[in-house]
T-cell receptor, first 111, second 113 residues
Framework: KQEVTQIPAALSVPEGENLVLNCSFTDSAIYNLQWFRQDPGKGLTSLLLIQSSQREQTSGRLNASLDKSSGRSTLYIAASQPGDSATYLCAVYNAGNMLTFGGGTRLMVKP | SAVISQKPSRDICQRGTSLTIQCQVDSQVTMMFWYRQQPGQSLTLIATANQGSEATYESGFVIDKFPISRPNLTFSTLTVSNMSPEDSSIYLC??????????FGEGSWLTVV
C-alpha cells in the first residue's frame, strides 16, 4: 500500500526566502506525481504534474523535482511571498487511477 | 484543463438526514472521483464514479452510506446518508484528464449537528 509523507508539517518563513517542501513515497511504481495547493476554505489547485519519466517541472517561481528510485519529490518555491501562504499537498498516482495524498505542509510566509 | 462546479458549497445538516452533492464538469472526462477531507486531515478517496455502472468503493466506504451516481461523462452525485457528526467533512469531486492531471472542485463543506 502506497504511503506518502510530507515534511515539514508546518513551516513559517519571512517573505523573500527560498524554501523547499519535501514529499516521500514508499512505492516507486508511480505513474505521476502532482503538487497541489489548498487555501483555507477552498478546494485544491493543481500546481505541477510530473510524469514518471520526467525529473522536474517548472512553473514561474515553482520547481518540482522527482526521484522515483529514492521515492522522493521536492517542491522549491523561490522568493516566497505572503500570497504563497497555504497548505501544499503532494499526491502520487498509482495503477488503478488512485491518488494517494500526503498529509500536507502548512506554509506561512510573513510579510 | 477542466472546470468543476460543486453544489452545495456548504451546508449544515441534521443528524440522521441525507444530503446529495452534485459535481458538474465543463467537459467530458473519463475518470471522476470523490474524496473526503476530515478536519485537519489529508484527503481520502471514497470511490471512483464509473459512467453507466456501479461506483468502485475504497476500503472503509460502502454504497449504502455513500451512494454515487454517474449518468454521463460530465456529471456525478455523491449522497451522504444517515449523517452523523463524524461525517462532518469536506467532500471533493475530482476528475482525471487525458494528460493525467487531476483537477478538483472547490469542495462541499458539510457540518452535521
Amino acid at each position: 500500500k502506497q504511503e506518502v509523507t510530507q515534511i515539514p508539517a508546518a513551516l513559517s518563513v519571512p517573505e523573500g526566502e527560498n524554501l523547499v517542501l519535501n514529499c516521500s513515497f514508499t512505492d516507486s511504481a508511480i505513474y505521476n506525481l502532482q503538487w497541489f495547493r489548498q487555501d483555507p476554505g477552498k478546494g485544491l489547485t493543481s500546481l505541477l504534474l510530473i510524469q514518471s519519466s520526467q525529473r522536474e517541472q517548472t512553473s514561474g517561481r515553482l520547481n518540482a523535482s522527482l526521484d522515483k528510485s529514492s521515492g522522493r519529490s521536492t517542491l522549491y518555491i523561490a522568493a516566497s511571498q505572503p500570497g504563497d501562504s497555504a497548505t501544499y499537498l503532494c499526491a502520487v498516482y498509482n495503477a488503478g487511477n488512485m491518488l494517494t495524498f500526503g498529509g500536507g505542509t502548512r506554509l506561512m510566509v510573513k510579510p | 484543463s477542466a472546470v468543476i462546479s460543486q453544489k452545495p458549497s456548504r451546508d449544515i445538516c441534521q443528524r440522521g438526514t441525507s444530503l446529495t452533492i452534485q459535481c458538474q464538469v465543463d467537459s467530458q472526462v473519463t475518470m471522476m472521483f470523490w474524496y473526503r477531507q476530515q478536519p485537519g486531515q489529508s484527503l481520502t478517496l471514497i470511490a471512483t464514479a464509473n459512467q453507466g455502472s456501479e461506483a468502485t468503493y475504497e476500503s472503509g466506504f460502502v454504497i449504502d452510506k455513500f451512494p454515487i451516481s454517474r449518468p454521463n461523462l460530465t456529471f456525478s452525485t455523491l449522497t451522504v446518508s444517515n449523517m452523523s457528526p463524524e461525517d462532518s467533512s469536506i467532500y471533493l469531486c475530482s476528475v482525471g484528464t487525458d494528460g493525467n492531471t487531476i483537477y478538483f472542485g472547490e469542495g462541499s463543506w458539510l457540518t452535521v449537528v
